[in-house]
């Protein structure tokens, strides 16, 4: 699949299921970022991802199923493994996420599992890992 967009810059699409606190964060540091459409199916976020070069930052489970979604099919997952209730928790990882992964090459083809206090970095399989 043909990206549309350079990797240089590191570009978020939030999921519908994620906070506007989290939007406005993410705005507040200078980075590009957009939301998921309400109503979107997960393979047309997926498709974005991939087109536009966008980590996808969800509390959906399904996006780390590389069965469903290998690394051909989206450009990378971070997984929000903080409850919704817990923002400052959430604001303070996901900061500190984005002190050790400066730019779109640290994040392409991994999955990001965000936990309070702790983060786990996985590689995507591709197609032929996944089957």
């Known amino acids: 699949m043909l990206s549309l967009v350079s990797k240089d810059k590191l570009r978020f699409l939030l999921d519908e299921n994620v906070k506007k606190e989290l939007l406005m964060f993410i705005n507040s540091k200078g980075y590009d970022v957009k939301t998921a459409p ?23 489970k399904h996006f780390t ?3 469903i979604f290998p690394r051909e099919y989206i450009f990378s997952v971070i997984w929000l493994k903080i409850p919704q209730d817990k923002l400052d928790s959430l604001l303070t990882s996901f900061s500190e996420l984005l002190k050790k992964l400066k730019d779109s090459e640290d994040f392409e083809g991994k999955l990001i599992v965000l936990k309070e206090q702790e983060l786990e970095i ?4 591709s197609l032929s890992q996944a089957a």
């Open 38 to 60: 309400r109503g979107f199916s997960n393979g047309k976020l997926a498709s974005i991802s991939k087109l536009e070069n966008r980590v996808l930052v969800t509390n959906d």
């Open 65 to 67: 199923d590389s069965s």
């Open 122 to 125: 996985l590689e995507i399989p």
